[in-house]
Nanobody
Framework: QVQLVESGGGSVQAGGSRRLSCEASGNTDSTRCMGWFRQASGKEREGVAAIYSAGGRTYYADSVKGRFTISQVYAKDTVYLRMNSLKPEDTAMYYC????????????????WGQGTQVTVSS
């Protein structure tokens, strides 16, 4: 099992930045991909960004390309999501997730989930 704990959410004005953190614990050696997802009120959960732990290759949803950056500190089992140029439509609950299958851009492969951290962007 892998446990994930997110932090860093909060309120920010449009155009601002925020950095989310996800600390992983447990059987982290079994995971190959770490990802960030979000779910806005009344909408389905969507994949936002992912990173392949072994090689560092990253994947992004079109809606966040050029604005969000995912990174990982292996020694700390921590994944970050740096969000710049935030828009009101980025408002959502953000979830950290992990997958054992090394198909990081396949959003359906993620098995382990954190509890989420809320990001609210005001105009």
């Amino acid at each position: 099992q892998v446990q994930l704990v997110e932090s860093g959410g909060g309120s920010v004005q449009a155009g601002g930045s925020r950095r989310l953190s996800c600390e992983a614990s447990g059987n982290t050696d079994s995971t190959r991909c770490m990802g960030w997802f979000r779910q806005a009120s009344g909408k389905e959960r969507e994949g936002v960004a992912a990173i392949y732990s072994a090689g560092g290759r990253t994947y992004y949803a079109d809606s966040v390309k050029g604005r969000f950056t995912i990174s990982q500190v292996y020694a700390k089992d921590t994944v970050y999501l740096r969000m710049n140029s935030l828009k009101p439509e980025d408002t959502a609950m953000y979830y950290c997730a992990a997958a054992r299958i090394p198909s990081c851009g396949s959003w359906s492969k993620y098995e382990y989930w954190g509890q989420g951290t809320q990001v609210t962007v005001s105009s």
